[in-house]
């Protein structure tokens, strides 16, 4: 199955990185043996982001929720969600048959952890309708009326890690981006074009400490992200086991570079699990496509489609009749919505690649999707020109269910 894309928060300083092959000394020369301090074994190797917000943007949220509020809900945005939702492809299957057969794959073991190590204070009252969906284990049934389409997954965590630093000697360390990191804390493992670095003498096979690098403010007041061993205090995600060498790390461009098998945040993963009958999404942007209300035969517009999450939910809702015009910029994000339609066996949906802001049509203009149609659509046509029943508008493409946001940690 696919997942949504991340959460962008766009008051934090953010980072982005490159895969960087090219550089020499960024993942071709091995990382060096760093000295051990034992006193801060357990500050170093834990998982412990901080956010960097704007001082204006700052100073406005405590004058609104007060400094001690402000402080628990910016510790809150650094942790991931503690459990996964998944959004029920209804026209295959149902929640029931959905949960069943999770159980069977994923099982209802014991939850471990920490559960109420960072709260933000906007937890769901007791007896609400999301608080009451906890309460049925730990594959359970979205309570909230009119989402029984909606299925939860309990994880668990903060979990503590034992590195193995008793001997003296660091562990053996993978360097994985951002982006990669974001992933594995919601239950992914570490796939090859996410790694940024490695240890010298890294075997197949090998235990791994996987860590995150990320943008910094350097001695000098600019942001950089070489891979300095002080650099990644408080930022190790998980242990895993090496899935190839050092050297096939750096010769392949795909693959499972490690398998995570112990992690800070223990969220199963659900790659390749009921493919085209569930699909991983954000709660906040399964209720965006249910607010919108749309019913059967109606022409709907996504205005910024990709990947396709709120795209299939809306085309759900309508029970494939009708018409979902999916638009984006850019060619490869058309093609990942067109496959999840596939994916999930939808036809009502139609994709253009195009930038909605510029997408009124003279009467004498055609418009060209820019890719091939995998549904019944043909050349635009006046009808097509015509007034939609509903929009959906995600202008940022924000995926704003993830909490976390994007990691970034200040020194």
Same mark, same amino acid.
């Given at each position: 199955?696919?997942?949504?894309?991340?959460? $962008?928060?766009?008051?934090?300083?953010?980072?982005?990185?490159?895969?960087?092959?090219?550089?020499?000394?960024?993942?071709?020369?091995?990382?060096?043996?760093?000295?051990?301090?034992?006193?801060?074994?357990?500050?170093?190797?834990?998982?412990?982001?901080?956010?960097?917000?704007?001082?204006? $943007?700052?100073?406005?949220?405590?004058?609104?929720?007060?400094?001690?509020?402000?402080?628990? *809900?910016?510790?809150?945005?650094?942790?991931?969600?503690?459990?996964?939702?998944?959004? $029920?492809?209804?026209?295959?299957?149902?929640?029931?048959?959905?949960? @069943?057969?999770?159980?069977? &794959?994923?099982?209802?073991?014991?939850?471990?952890?920490?559960?109420?190590?960072?709260?933000?204070?906007?937890?769901?009252?007791?007896?609400?309708?999301?608080?009451?969906?906890?309460?049925?284990?730990? *594959?359970?049934?979205?309570? &909230?009326?009119?989402?029984?389409?909606?299925?939860?997954?309990?994880?668990?965590?903060?979990?503590?890690?034992?590195?193995?630093?008793?001997?003296?000697?660091?562990?053996?360390?993978?360097?994985?981006?951002?982006?990669?990191?974001?992933?594995?804390?919601?239950?992914?493992?570490?796939?090859?074009?996410?790694?940024?670095?490695?240890?010298?003498?890294?075997?197949?096979?090998?235990?791994?400490?996987?860590?995150?690098?990320? @943008?910094?403010?350097?001695?000098?007041?600019?942001?950089?992200?070489?891979?300095?061993?002080?650099?990644?205090?408080?930022?190790?995600?998980?242990?895993?086991?090496? !899935?190839?060498?050092?050297?096939?790390?750096?010769? $392949?461009?795909?693959?499972?570079?490690?398998? !995570?098998?112990?992690?800070?945040?223990?969220?199963?993963?659900?790659?390749?699990?009921?493919?085209?009958?569930?699909?991983? /999404?954000?709660?906040?942007?399964?209720?965006?496509?249910?607010?919108?209300?749309?019913?059967?035969?109606?022409? *709907?517009?996504?205005?910024?489609?990709?990947?396709?999450?709120?795209?299939?939910?809306?085309?759900?809702?309508?029970?494939? @009749?009708? @018409?979902?015009?999916?638009?984006?910029?850019?060619?490869?994000?058309?093609?990942? &919505?067109?496959?999840?339609?596939?994916?999930?066996?939808?036809?009502? *949906?139609?994709?253009?690649?195009?930038?909605?802001?510029?997408?009124?049509?003279?009467?004498?203009?055609?418009?060209?999707?820019?890719?091939? /149609?995998?549904?019944?659509?043909?050349?635009?046509?006046?009808? /097509?020109?015509?007034?939609?029943?509903?929009?959906?508008?995600?202008?940022?493409?924000?995926?704003?269910?993830?909490?976390?946001?994007?990691?970034?940690?200040?020194?």
């Amino acid at each position: 199955m696919r997942r949504a894309s991340g959460f $962008v928060l766009s008051t934090i300083r953010t980072t982005s990185f490159a895969r960087r092959r090219s550089n020499g000394n960024f993942c071709s020369t091995p990382l060096p043996l760093p000295q051990m301090d034992h006193q801060s074994d357990s500050e170093r190797y834990d998982f412990n982001p901080i956010l960097r917000w704007n001082p204006e $943007v700052e100073r406005y949220f405590i004058h609104a929720y007060g400094a001690d509020h402000f402080s628990r *809900i910016s510790a809150a945005l650094t942790y991931p969600s503690r459990y996964s939702c998944i959004r $029920v492809n209804s026209l295959k299957t149902t929640s029931d048959a959905v949960i @069943e057969k999770l159980q069977g &794959i994923i099982g209802e073991t014991e939850i471990e952890g920490d559960q109420d190590k960072v709260e933000c204070g906007g937890k769901a009252s007791a007896g609400s309708p999301l608080e009451e969906s906890w309460k049925d284990g730990r *594959i359970t049934k979205c309570k &909230i009326p009119g989402l029984d389409y909606v299925v939860f997954v309990k994880g668990s965590g903060p979990c503590a890690i034992d590195y193995g630093c008793a001997s003296g000697a660091p562990p053996k360390e993978v360097i994985v981006s951002r982006k990669c990191a974001e992933a594995v804390l919601r239950g992914a493992q570490v796939y090859v074009p996410g790694v940024l670095a490695c240890s010298a003498h890294v075997e197949k096979g090998d235990t791994v400490a996987v860590s995150v690098a990320l @943008e910094q403010r350097m001695a000098d007041g600019g942001w950089a992200t070489d891979p300095h061993y002080s650099e990644r205090r408080g930022l190790y995600i998980g242990q895993g086991k090496a !899935m190839l060498s050092r050297a096939g790390l750096f010769r $392949v461009t795909e693959g499972i570079a490690v398998d !995570m098998n112990n992690r800070v945040f223990k969220l199963p993963s659900f790659h390749d699990v009921l493919e085209g009958e569930i699909f991983l /999404q954000n709660l906040p942007s399964i209720v965006a496509a249910h607010a919108l209300d749309p019913k059967k035969g109606e022409r *709907i517009l996504d205005m910024c489609a990709a990947p396709g999450g709120k795209t299939t939910a809306i085309a759900n809702l309508m029970e494939d @009749e009708g @018409e979902v015009v999916a638009v984006d910029r850019s060619h490869n994000k058309v093609l990942d &919505i067109q496959n999840l339609a596939a994916e999930m066996s939808l036809t009502c *949906i139609t994709t253009y690649k195009l930038d909605a802001l510029k997408s009124v049509s003279r009467a004498n203009e055609s418009i060209d999707s820019g890719v091939p /149609q995998i549904s019944n659509s043909v050349t635009p046509t006046e009808k /097509q020109m015509s007034v939609h029943d509903g929009l959906c508008g995600d202008k940022n493409c924000v995926g704003n269910g993830n909490g976390m946001g994007k990691l970034t940690t200040a020194m």
